[in-house]
């Protein structure tokens, strides 16, 4: 990378993780993330936004100005995208950044800008920065068009629950400034995109390099009247911050000596004042919020994003992993998770797959149940599918192996989604952002679920055990058919006795006598698994 820039980067701001901000101009806070394949344009439009909206430091300038002509792709001209581009040098070189967070502000607004790298081995990279971000510019170059990465990338941003698009249709100049380019991948990406549940989509006509509809409309596009890219980014309403029920997953037993025990972690939502009655999940044990400790000291509340250690008005067992509610809950007894998964590691995953769950913080064995179906990449359609390979996102259902508590990702984002994890090796496998949580229990679980997923059941009739119970029967038969008369031919026609006959006479049973099949036990209803969204 240019030396000269890295020496002239300065530190980047200190910003909250979520929730309301302390800015101290008191203006809104808007998180975005810029994405799209690689040479589209996307940091040549972060480091022109942050040039137009002097977020560049003087001595910032002076380097991108010697920079652009020994580096530049621009001739003599400024070429924006290297304010940014230190950072991918580094991300190729494999250090440490996985997600470059830029920082600048308007007099309306502060912004923060996720710049993830667009090549496909970085889709891990990618869906960390979406997850975060309130809206996404998505890339398009004119003259290519909505391509394979575009719809990942869409289906990706929809996973992790982004509500706004910006499609940056962008160098426009080399498709001639022409509006029926920019119309026809307009309405080409709008029916694609309408599987995906977003709140809006916004087409803007870009030459990211000139600046063209970055802060200003640009001359050479008079027919397009709608905002700039910075009007938008000023006047999105992000989707406000879900804040439900208090939730404190356990991080740490904090027991420095026989007379202290507090519980640390993270407020993931809600609220809560000592002396509330609470909730220790999944087990149910009831107690009371005596202390709300801090580094500054005790307070009297703690809300989402504090980082606090609670003490109990009782010797309750707590451990790390468990998650702390108000008010009285019952236990909750582990049923499956309905989840939208997205694989970032090279292991194919299947159902069958013995897996862990890292979710809040919590790490429980699960097992892979059903795969209900695999976005494509071509349409965003769902298709059938056997597995899922890295990249792929479909949605399954989970059933955890032992007591976890779990939200649907629109209740808590942190314990609504979870990662992946090979019991073996520890690599990361897949995300997962659950859609829904049943909490039948294992034994109260009427149905296998091969038995209420057919398809699953087709996809490896091999391995179901009353095949296998059956084979051996009809094995059986043969070998008694070989001992009573000596011969191979009795042999065989007692196997094929057992083999023919017996299906023959269930399949009479079931016609002429059926048996009646047990109604569900109680508990909720398995999640629907063609639901909305992806
Ligand atoms: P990224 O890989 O998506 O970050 O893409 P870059 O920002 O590095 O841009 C790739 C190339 O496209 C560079 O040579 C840019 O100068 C060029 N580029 C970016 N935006 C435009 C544009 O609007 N018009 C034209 N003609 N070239 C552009």
Redesign the pocket.
């Known amino acids: 990378m240019p030396p000269a820039l890295l020496a002239a980067r300065r530190p980047e701001p200190d910003f909250p993780e979520a929730g309301a901000l302390p800015d101290p101009a008191g203006r809104s806070l808007l998180r975005f993330i810029t994405c ?10 972060l ?1 022109r936004l942050l040039w137009e909206t002097g977020a560049v430091y003087e001595d910032q300038a002076d380097a991108l100005a010697r920079d652009s002509e020994r580096f530049g ?2 001739g003599k001209n400024r ?3 290297l304010l940014v ?1 230190g950072l ?1 040098a580094e991300r190729e070189q494999g250090i440490t950044i996985d997600v470059a967070y830029r920082y600048f502000a308007t007099p309306r607004r502060a912004f923060i800008a996720a710049d993830t790298p ?1 090549h496909e081995q970085y889709t891990r990279n990618m869906a960390t920065g979406a997850s975060t971000a309130d809206a996404a510019i998505l ?1 398009v170059d004119a003259r290519k068009g909505v391509l394979p990465q575009t719809r990942r990338h869409s289906s990706i941003v929809s996973l992790v629950g982004v509500k706004d698009v910006i499609l940056a249709i ?5 498709v001639g400034f022409d509006e029926a380019v920019f119309r026809r991948i307009e309405s080409e990406y709008r029916a694609l995109a309408a599987r995906l549940g977003f709140r809006s989509i916004h087409a803007l006509p ?5 600046g ?1 509809t970055l802060t200003r409309h640009s001359g050479r596009m008079p027919w397009y009247g709608g905002p700039t890219l910075l009007d938008l980014l000023e006047t999105l309403e992000p989707a406000l911050p879900v804040d439900g029920r208090f939730y404190l997953p356990v991080q740490w037993v904090n027991r420095p000596n026989a007379d202290f025990r507090g519980f640390s972690g993270t407020v993931a939502s809600g609220q809560i004042r000592v002396g509330d009655p609470v909730t220790i999940l999944p087990q149910g044990r009831a107690s009371r919020i005596a202390e709300i400790l801090t580094p500054e000291g005790a307070r009297d509340a703690a809300r989402g994003g504090d980082a606090v250690t609670v003490t109990l008005a009782d010797e309750t067992d707590v451990a790390r992993g468990d998650v702390i509610t108000v008010g009285h809950r019952p236990a909750h007894t582990s049923g499956t998770l309905t989840a939208r998964l997205l694989v970032l590691g090279e292991r194919v995953l299947a159902p069958g797959d013995r897996l862990l769950a890292k979710l809040g913080m919590a790490t429980v064995p699960v097992r892979f149940e059903t795969l209900a179906h695999e976005l494509s990449v071509e349409d965003l359609s769902p298709q059938p599918a056997r597995h899922l390979a890295m990249n792929g996102i479909g949605k399954a259902i989970l059933r955890p192996e032992a007591p976890l508590f779990a939200l649907p990702y629109d209740e808590c984002k942190i314990l609504g989604s979870f990662l992946l994890i090979d019991p073996t090796t520890h690599a990361t496998l897949a995300m997962g952002i659950i859609e829904a949580v049943s909490s039948r229990s294992r034994e109260a679980s009427p149905q296998r679920s091969e038995d209420a997923h057919p398809r699953r059941a087709r996809l490896q009739p091999s391995l179901r055990p009353e095949r296998i119970r059956s084979a051996i029967t009809t094995l059986l038969f043969a070998v008694a058919g070989f001992l009573l008369t000596g011969t191979l031919a009795g042999a065989l026609i007692l196997a094929a006795l057992d083999g023919i006959g017996r299906p023959l006479l269930i399949s009479l049973q079931e016609r002429f006598w059926p048996v009646e099949k047990k109604p569900a036990l109680s508990g909720a209803p398995e999640p629907g698994l063609d639901g909305g969204g992806i």
């Open positions: 799209g394949s690689v040479d589209d344009g996307k940091s040549t439009l480091g792709t621009d070429d924006y995208a581009d991918s667009g890339l962008n160098k426009m100049d080399l870009l030459v990211a390099r000139d063209d």
